[in-house]
């Protein structure tokens, strides 16, 4: 018989997958679908690492409460987990974060708690101010904290740089990822550059972020910031998962090219998948001119699409946003 002794098991090695339709350049264009998860999503991986390292140096205890500020992504991931390993989960989520997203973090038994989103970070009703007051508060808890856990990137450097470099059999030229905790990019970039340095990693960034300024400049600059509606990709922060030394460059895509481009993904290739994967392929098309025929480019689509059901998927949003 062939089968798995529970669901997290199954994270990982997810399919390399060719996008025909939608990618301009004369590359060949290839998707890391992380859909494929059992959290549907790529957050799956470093959830997994962060509650194993902090089981194994005691930050995280038989019977404790896990509390994290997410997007959504990688609450789903942790609570996978911990119902294989019996923690409790309360998550703190900003309130432009998609219905579908608090809905489902409640399904697998999370707590959800709901923040505003334009406030200063440090302000006491940020996501991540009452992450820590919570953790702070309630006894045998854990404050994960994805953006300075270094288990975050450690997990994509054990897990996703190796996978993508053995399914290219190490001919992967280009990596191009949307940047949020810095995780992805940094911990799979490091790995890939260590088998060949010679990759080009490019960041993909939001309108309203201040990573690719930071990048260009070292400034960090506060007039960059406004909110926006792309999710999953951007910061106000410098999360201590970003290691800007490994990213080449960062390309910014506006709201409306990323969500029409995934609106693309799910009609011209039936990759149905979320806000962000349509920004890095929308960027890659912004890039295109610095592609050639010999370059194999492999682009991470970070959760799926069902999650913007009532958002890019929906036309009256669209039309609402001014998208259509
Ligand atoms: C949908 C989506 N895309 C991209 C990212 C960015 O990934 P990372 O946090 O590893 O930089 C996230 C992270 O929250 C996400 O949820």
Known sequence: MKYYNNI??????????????????????????????????????????????????????????????????????????????????????????????????????????????????????????????????????WYVNQYDNPS???????????????????????????????????????????????????????YGSVFKKYHETGEFDKNEIYSYTTEGIGEDILPANVDFSIIDKFEKVTDKNGAIMARRLAREEGIMVGYSAGSAVAGINQLKENLTKEDVVVVIFHDHGTRYVGKLFNDDWMKEQGFM
Not at 67 to 83: D, Q
Not at 161 to 178: A, C, F, M, N, S
């Open 152 to 206: 975050n990137s450690v997990a994509h450097y054990e897990s996703t740089g190796p996978e993508i470099w053995e399914q290219t059999d190490g001919r992967i030229t280009h990596l191009v990822v949307g940047v949020g905790t810095g995780g992805t990019i940094s911990g799979t970039a490091k790995y890939l550059k260590e088998q060949n340095p010679n990759i080009k990693v490019w960041g993909i960034d939001a």
């Open 8 to 141: 997290i098991e199954t994270i990982g090695n997810t399919p390399l997958v060719r996008l025909n339709k939608v990618n301009e350049s004369d590359a060949l264009v290839l998707a890391k679908v992380e859909t494929f998860n059992p959290g549907h999503s790529i957050k799956d991986r470093m959830a997994l690492k962060m509650i194993e390292d902090a089981e194994k140096d005691g930050r995280l205890n038989p019977g404790g409460t896990i509390i994290e500020g997410t997007s959504g992504n990688t609450g789903m991931g942790l609570a996978l987990t911990a119902i294989q390993k019996g923690y409790k989960c309360i998550f703190v989520l900003p309130d432009k974060q998609s219905k579908e997203k608090m809905d489902i973090l409640r399904a697998v038994g999370a707590q959800v708690e709901i923040c505003p989103t334009n406030v200063d970070p440090d302000d006491p009703r940020s996501y991540y101010s009452v992450s820590k007051r919570l953790a702070d508060e309630i006894p045998n808890s």
